[in-house]
Every structure is written in C-alpha cells, then in structure tokens.
C-alpha cells in the first residue's frame, strides 16, 4: 500500500516548504513541547499557513507533513531537522529551484517509509515517484499520450507491484490489473501525485497527471541522474533511517535540462541566472500553456488588452504564459492539481516588454529576484501601466 499525509497539501508547496524550513531551522533540537505556542505562533506568521487546528499540537497534526517533505522527524518531542532543511533555508543552498528539490527527492523516497505506523526495514524496496514518472515516459516513448489518471497509476503501476526499479521497456509492457483502493488510498494517491506534479516537467489537471513533451537528452538525464532508485539497504531505526534517507553528504545534482529560447531579448533577460532559466522553464511549458487555453479559449493579452484573433485573425492563439510570482518560484498547487492563480496570457510584444522591464526593475533594485509575491505582482502591475 502507498500511503501519504492526507488533507494538508498546501503546505506541501515548494515555496511553503522553504518557509518552513526556515522556521524548522531555528527550532532545531529543540523540546516543542516546552515553546508549542512560540513555535506555531513562528510557523503561521513565518509562512502565512494557519496550521490548525489549535486544539492538536504541531507535532501530531504536522510532523508527517515535515517528514514526507524531508525536512524535519521528531525525537521525542525534540525536533530533529535535515540536511535538505538546512540547506532549503540557506539562501545560498544548493538548492535553488523545485527542480533542484523534487529531482533529488523522487529517487531517495520510497517505501518502507520511517514516517508511517509499523515500519519493518525489511519489506520491498517501492520507490512510487520514480515508477511513475517512468510509466509516462514508456507512454511518450510508445506515441501515447503521456498521461494518467489515479485509476491508471492503481491498475498500471500498484497493481502489477511495480518498485521504480525497472526499466522503461518494462513499463512499456504493463498491462492493467484489477486492483481495489480505498477510498483513503485514493484521497493520499491524489496528494502525491499532485505534490510531484510541481516538477517544471509534470502537471495535473483534469483528473489526469502529464509528462510535457522533453527532448531525448533531458529523458536521458532524468533517467541516468533522477529516476535511479536510490539503491541502499534500510536501517531498522527510523530516526537513522530517516535522516540517511534525507542525507546530502553526496553532491546535489542540478538538473541542466535545455531551456528552449533563441531570442536575443530573452537571452539578454536570462543572463546566465538560474533563477531566470527556472522561471522561463515555467512559461515554456507546452502542458502550462494547453491548460491555459482550455481555460481562457479567447486569446486576450493582460496587459495591452489586444484580442489577438481580431488583430491578428490568421493566428490560432497568439499569446504567451507568464508566471507572475517571483522567478525562482514554482507554479502553484491547488487540492484539484495544477494553479493557473498566477499564470497571465501576454501577446508575445508585451511578454518581451515586460521581462526587459523586470531586468531593468531587477538591476536598479539590486536584486537577484523579487523578495516577496507581492513585490512580483506590484513590479508586473507598474510594467503593465507603462505599456498602457
């Protein structure tokens, strides 16, 4: 059985996560239960997450939540925090994007995990995130559509005991299996696969979990790099288990995948700052932007205002995606799967104006990135009323 923490999934968001690890760090081994108030009060005001209810306790109502993101497991009622933690919290970690985070999350977990009720190190080795990943590459690879559905994660990949150790001609073989979930199966099943899906290559929507089109050497590189089981024994303790599992004495592997772009002013935007490649892994994904027309259908920019179909009625939908949080962060999550909360549609013109005004916003700020969300979404704003 796969299991997961059930019902918090916001919190499981990327930039949540830094922010509590952040918070995580401050209280590291320290006895929760002597400062419960100071730590939630810490927590909410640190990372704008309620964390209710304020009848249970962080530990009981949240400790899943930092131990299935890697970033913290309790020793009692003292907080024991990770290496991935730390270095989440450092502004100059090595881990600088959700990529970074989730390509070296999704080959060190696995089940037996040390975070659920009767852990037994001896059980098989099941490594979910890396099986699932691969079923939808076997899918690319066999020209059908790379998706699937819980249904087809449980009939497919469950069903037929899969670990994540296998080849992609394996996965190409899979046939459906009946196999009977419960409805509490089903419930951490979707939280899972849409906590993963905020890797720049996944999105959910429509009750399915899509691989975007990749190129043969990011498929190579997900393969050799990401999609390797981590192949170790398990120790029989959880708290050792834990914290070999979430261990980074190895060096993080930086995912190097192409960003798609020739144009000169984008190249210019970009620079060679990796918190600008991230962000433009967002905005050219082709998944991002197919989900964004089944909802906006009129292609209309949100800065200038221009309906493309009437200026341009020879086009077929002449807009761009444009992520309006800070650069470095990831697209948003939602309990139904991939957020289009902050994702806007500008004509090409206006999405090249916008970035060489973030460039120019950036440089006289001496900043790397915005600070905040809010300061993101001010700066497009003030874009926005210069191109008007």
Not at 17 to 23: F, S, T, Y
Not at 66 to 88: M, P, W
Not at 191 to 218: H, P, R, T
Not at 241 to 263: G, H, R, Y
Request: proline fraction near 4%; include cysteine; aromatic fraction near 14%.
């Amino acid at each position: 059985m796969w299991r997961w923490d059930q019902g918090r999934l916001l919190y499981f968001q990327y930039d949540v996560l830094k922010e509590i690890a952040k918070v995580l760090v401050k209280f590291d081994n320290a006895d929760i239960s002597a400062c419960e108030q100071l730590f939630r009060n810490t927590l909410v005001s640190e990372t704008g997450m309620p964390f209710l209810p304020v009848s249970y306790t962080i530990k009981r109502n949240y400790s899943r939540v930092f131990q299935c993101s890697f970033l913290a497991s309790f020793l009692g009622n003292r907080i024991v925090v990770t290496d991935i933690c730390r270095d989440l919290a450092n502004s100059d970690g090595k881990i600088k994007s959700v990529d970074d985070y989730l390509f070296n999350y999704v080959s060190k977990f696995r089940f037996p995990f040390p975070a659920f009720d009767n852990y037994n190190s001896a059980e098989q080795r099941v490594y979910p995130f890396c099986a699932i990943i691969k079923f939808l590459i076997a899918r690319q690879e066999m020209d059908i559509e790379a998706k699937a559905s819980l249904d087809d994660i449980f009939t497919y990949i469950i069903g037929n005991n899969c670990t994540g150790f296998e080849d992609i001609d394996y996965f190409k073989a899979l046939k459906p299996v009946e196999y009977r979930y419960t409805d509490t199966e089903r419930r951490q099943l979707r939280e899972m696969v849409i906590f993963v899906s905020q890797l720049s290559v996944l999105k959910v929507y429509g009750g399915y979990l899509y691989l975007d089109e990749i190129n043969e050497n990011a498929k190579a590189e997900m393969l050799s790099q990401f999609l390797k089981p981590e192949n170790r024994f398990p120790k029989a303790e959880r708290i050792e288990e834990f914290l070999e599992m979430t261990s980074i004495t190895k060096k993080i592997i930086i995912p190097t995948f192409e960003v798609f772009t020739a144009d000169p002013a984008d190249v210019e935007f970009i620079e060679g700052n990796k918190k600008r490649v991230e962000h433009f892994r967002v905005e050219r994904s082709g998944l991002l932007r197919k989900y964004y027309r089944q909802v906006n259908p009129t292609p209309v920019c949100c800065a200038c205002g221009a309906a493309m179909s009437t200026r341009y009625p020879w086009t077929d939908y002449m807009l761009d995606i444009h992520h309006l949080l800070p650069l470095s962060s990831s697209v948003a999550i939602s309990s139904h799967g991939t957020s289009l909360a902050d994702i806007v549609g500008l004509c090409p013109s206006c999405h090249r104006a916008v970035h060489m005004y973030y460039r120019k916003w950036l440089k006289a700020n001496e900043q790397s990135d915005f600070k905040t969300k809010q300061e993101a979404h001010d700066v497009f704003l003030q874009a926005t009323k210069e191109i008007a």
